[in-house]
């Protein structure tokens, strides 16, 4: 998950990534995923560290980054919600689910919301269909949902934020 | 504690277990295991005591009902018959699963203490590798992951071809969304993949492996590198295994949400740090694979029946199942069933006894209209043919497939042309873009259906459909592309009727496209009480306390929010007057 750790700490962290898997084959993908757990995204000066670090070029870092749906180039809001569109979920109404979503954050499909705290987005299975509808916020699952809890689990995490804010907690967790 | 298990709260119920024991001070061993396909009555907790036979198996648990379990069944020696629930797995026949959900999945002492790490034992100092894959021949098994190729047959190729380097791969990408049976082997049971894999390496003459998991399956990923840290330490991997003059080991490489990367030589370029593009076949990686070297690539429910055919022997396993097709298959169950969750049943088995035994049929007295297979690459199989023998031919023969297994049930509420679409959308966000007719032509083809179920169909669509899938099957570079239609022409196939009634009748017989709805207010139900007003979030819905509420079908967004909210059940859904 996202680290609590200031920017220069972060790119010493991504230099030691690199020197743990210089020189063996087929790194480059093993290492973009650290450094997106890392940074949250990857921005282009962090795939530029890469491509040099490893000596691919710079448009095969890019190139896998903007194939791959799990990399992304966006920052994404403290609280990324993934609503399961697989058969098993979809069959059980999870469109509804993510339509709900949608309406009560004000936001489209794969945006995030203006305070930067949620985004919204469908997510393939995630393999608890015997649990369907499911979705997901960060890492925690819930699933055999209805239309009807959406409101309190967003309520929750909105609580948590501004707990976190009310102690004065500055973490860049973006 | 599988990924279900957690979802449904399975954490805070094993919290509360250890906190009851030890307030109690009770001499109980507390054990973590896999997923035992029970998706349904997840969280579960069996209680074995001492001397009895079967242990007691609870369901949908909560802390609470824990509290009282242990108090009444642990503490005083009487089971709570309300929470026990009921167990369907006494009807399957467990060859895949025969350890997940029975065995601490992160203990290879338990994993040995049932036999695990035997057939390795056997093959590497009882067998040569040309016996290893005459007995994988022999007995028939198929690959689990979608064509069934026959196991022992590919092992053969690939132990033939030349190469100074060999490689085992599992593929662990799951990407028929709605299957779980990969995930719920690898979080059950992880050391027999280690083992099956291990065993391939020994038969072809390879010493390295990868298993390439989906980045979605974390704790599948954990448990994974613990078995194979203890599987080194024990010395089932690495140099000398047991001894003996074999080298092997393994890494697991995460997928990064690609569901091309499941097709073997995408997944294979995508293990060499590239976008997962697939190239023609042949050469097939049998003997032209990763970089280049002969490489054997099976699916986890593949690897899973390995250990057990070498320990049992391949008469055993090819003693069940039906002509061509032998042993077990798992399946997911899902959708509008009762049980879902995962079975394993013995190939040959029907539908029938699968969706209704086992089951346990279709939830709130509905109909059942079709179950799915083989998932974006798969089709439906209608009521009708609900007495089918389940195997790879028969259902080739149906226009669906076995796939990996995923089986989702579809009442009599779902819109068949909608399923088509879902999958159309599905194919077009995951086509690797690198051959036309599958970038383009799936395209036009969720066009089409698209228009359709938004009430816009025109005469000749259906045509126009079909002539689109003949030629995205016939043109295209890999299996995605060429099976990509599979699920409209099934559909047609079938409920072609169905898609007619959209285009002709403009009407979607199931009442799901929203385009051809409408909600509305019975007058003679609705008690006036402007609960629907305040809830509804778009102010569709007019009307004061006391005088009577309209819906304003322009500005409804049909969230089906004020029918839920209704007390008096006031609200309808239906077709556009
Ligand atoms: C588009 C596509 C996606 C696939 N996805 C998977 C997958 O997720 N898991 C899998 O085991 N096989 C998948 N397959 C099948 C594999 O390419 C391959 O046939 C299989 O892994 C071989 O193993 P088996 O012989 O044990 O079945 C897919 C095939 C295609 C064409
Ligand atoms: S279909 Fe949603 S978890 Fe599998």
Not at chain 1, 21 to 29: D, E, F, P, V, Y
Not at chain 1, 108 to 135: H, Q
Not at chain 2, 146 to 152: A, K, L, M, N, Q
Not at chain 2, 336 to 354: D, K
Request: charged share 25%; glycine share 10%.
């Amino acid at each position: 998950m996202t680290q609590c750790l200031c920017q220069s700490k972060k790119l010493e962290k991504l230099h030691e990534i690199i020197a743990v898997h210089k020189g063996k084959a087929g790194t480059l993908i093993p290492v973009m995923h650290e450094a997106q757990d890392l940074f949250g995204h990857l921005p282009l000066d962090v795939q530029s560290m890469i491509a040099e670090g490893l000596e691919v070029p710079l448009a095969d870092v890019y190139a896998v980054a903007t194939f791959y749906s799990k990399f992304t180039l966006q920052p994404k809001g403290v609280y990324s919600i993934q609503v399961c569109l697989g058969t098993a979920c979809y069959v059980k109404g999870a469109q509804a689910l993510l339509d709900k979503l949608a309406e009560l954050l004000h936001i489209k499909v794969g945006e995030t919301t203006e305070d930067g705290l949620f985004t919204l987005e469908a997510t393939r299975c995630i393999g608890a269909c015997g649990l369907a509808p499911v979705m997901t916020v960060n890492d925690e699952v819930y699933g055999r949902l209805s239309v009807e809890q959406i409101d309190d689990i967003v309520h929750k995490y909105m609580e948590m934020a501004w707990k976190d804010e009310e102690h004065g907690d500055t973490s860049e967790s973006r | 504690m599988a990924t279900c298990g957690i979802a449904a709260g399975a954490q805070k119920v094993y919290e509360t277990v250890q906190q009851e024991i030890a307030r109690y001070g009770l001499a109980v061993t507390v054990v973590p295991t896999g997923c035992i396909g029970l998706c349904r009555y997840e969280p579960i907790v069996d209680i074995y005591v001492p001397g009895q036979e079967e242990a007691v198996r609870y369901g949908q648990i909560t802390p609470e009902k824990i509290k009282k379990i242990i108090a009444l069944h642990l503490f005083a020696g009487q089971p709570v018959p309300d929470y026990v629930c009921q167990d369907h797995r006494g009807k399957q026949m467990m060859v895949a699963l025969r350890n997940s959900g029975v065995i601490n999945p992160e203990s290879i002492e338990e994993y040995i203490a049932v036999g695990g790490y035997q057939a390795l034992a056997k093959a590497l100092f009882e067998m040569t590798p040309q016996e290893v894959i005459e007995e994988v021949k022999a007995s028939g098994l198929r690959g689990r992951g979608g064509g069934g190729f026959s196991t022992g047959l590919k092992w053969d190729y690939s132990a033939r071809a030349e190469g100074d380097q060999k490689y085992v791969l599992c593929n662990a990408d799951e990407g028929d969304p709605g299957a779980f049976m990969d995930r719920s082997i690898l979080e059950g049971d992880p050391h027999s993949i280690i083992e099956a894999m291990t065993i391939a390496g020994y038969a072809i003459g390879a010493d390295r492996g990868y298993i390439y998991v989906r980045a979605e399956y974390p704790l599948a990923v954990k448990r994974l590198e613990k078995a194979m840290s203890q599987a080194r330490q024990m010395g089932f991997l690495g140099t000398k295994i047991s001894g003996s003059a074999f080298s092997f080991d393994l890494e697991i490489r995460l997928g990064a949400g690609a569901f091309v990367c499941g097709e073997e030589t995408a997944l294979m370029v995508s293990i060499e740090g590239k976008r997962g593009e697939p190239r023609p076949r042949p050469p097939f990686p049998a003997v032209k694979g990763l970089y280049g070297q002969p490489t054997v690539l099976n699916n986890v429910e593949t690897y899973a029946n390995i250990p057990i055919i070498l320990r049992r022997g391949a008469s055993w396993f090819s003693s069940f199942g039906t002509e061509k097709s032998k042993g077990t298959k798992v399946f997911a169950l899902g959708g509008n069933i009762h049980h879902t969750g995962l079975i394993e049943v013995v190939m040959g088995t029907p539908l029938r006894h699968v969706i209704y035994d086992l089951g346990g049929g279709i939830p709130g007295g509905k109909k059942f209209k079709a179950a799915q297979t083989g998932g974006p690459s798969g089709g439906c199989i209608p009521a009708a043919y609900i007495d089918t023998a389940i195997d790879y031919e028969n259902l080739l023969e149906l226009g669906s497939m076995m796939g990996s297994g995923g089986l989702i049930v579809m009442d009599e509420e779902t819109c068949m042309v909608d399923v088509a679409r879902f999958f159309l959308e599905f194919t077009v966000d995951e086509s690797c873009g690198k051959c036309p007719p599958c970038r383009i032509g799936t395209k036009r083809m969720l066009e089409l259906l698209e228009r359709i179920t938004s009430n816009k169909g025109e005469k000749g669509d259906l045509e126009k459909l079909e002539q689109l899938a003949k030629t995205i099957q016939a043109a295209s570079l890999c299996g995605l592309g060429q099976t990509a239609p599979n699920p409209v022409m099934s559909t047609l196939r079938y409920f072609r009727a169905e898609y007619e009634a959209h285009i002709e009748e403009r009407k979607c017989p199931a009442g799901v496209c929203k385009a051809f709805l409408e909600y509305t207010i019975i007058e003679e139900k609705c008690r006036k009480c402007s609960l629907c007003a305040r809830t509804c979030p778009v102010g569709a819905i007019t009307g004061k306390i006391k005088k009577p509420h309209r819906i304003d079908t322009e500005k409804c967004t049909q969230c089906g929010l004020c029918m839920s909210k209704c007390p008096v059940k006031a609200i309808a859904k239906r077709p556009k007057q």
